[in-house]
T-cell receptor
């Protein structure tokens, strides 16, 4: 069965901290995505990676960076967390356009 | 950049029909539909790739008008299990980067 695993279900961080959100897929997919989900705003794309070390900015990349050193792992980095980055973060990988999502990480920045 | 979905919310009785619309200001290559139940990750429903294409999935079908840059999702004879938030996602040109709309919340009551 297809599996996308996000390292934490809930995370609480302080303003200014550097935060790493990890995502691992076991399907050898080339494409991986990071979205954030906020009420009324839907799923907004932060970054997209189409191969190892290859990335494209999404609609809201400000304040975030990503790392993809291995095909199966896609990390989202908040360089200096701020309260407006409190959100649900969803990772996904895709095959022929079909996305498989992880269960999400609810990040609270205090 | 995000496609626009309408309506924002729909309330139905079991057995009733609904239509959810998705439109974009940009040229579309494909339209994707996902459903997210409360507290769960979004789940793939279908992809439409060609202009004027229509696809079906149980009693849920969709159309894609490439020229109008629009897609519609049709839910017929709705069931309680159809409740959730529906998202359309779009890609443009030669990329798998998927941009989602703001979602339509559907509630089906007995």
């Amino acid at each position: 069965d297809v599996k996308v695993t996000q390292s934490s279900r809930y995370l609480v961080k302080r303003t200014g901290e550097k935060v790493f959100l990890e995502c691992v897929q076991d399907m050898d997919h080339e494409n991986m995505f990071w979205y954030r989900q906020d009420p009324g705003l839907g799923l907004r794309l932060i970054y997209f990676s189409y191969d190892v070390k290859m990335k494209e900015k999404g609609d809201i990349p400000e304040g975030y960076s990503v790392s993809r050193e291995k095909k199966e792992r896609f990390s989202l980095i908040l360089e200096s967390a701020s309260t407006n980055q409190t959100s649900m973060y969803l990772c996904a990988s895709s095959l022929i356009g079909k996305l498989f999502f992880g269960s999400g990480t609810q990040l609270s920045v205090l | 950049q995000q496609p626009v979905q309408s309506p924002q919310a729909v309330i139905l009785r079991e057995g009733e029909d609904a239509v959810i619309n998705c439109s974009s200001s940009k040229a579309l290559y494909s339209v994707h539909w996902y459903r997210q139940k409360h507290g769960e990750a979004p789940v793939f429903l279908m992809i439409l790739l060609k202009g004027g294409e229509q696809k079906g999935h149980e009693k849920i079908s969709a159309s894609f008008n490439e020229k109008k840059q629009q897609s519609s999702l049709y839910l017929t004879a709705s069931q309680l299990s159809y409740s959730g938030t529906y998202f359309c996602g779009t890609t443009g040109g030669n990329t798998d980067k998927l941009i989602f709309g703001t979602g339509t919340r559907l509630q089906v009551f007995p």
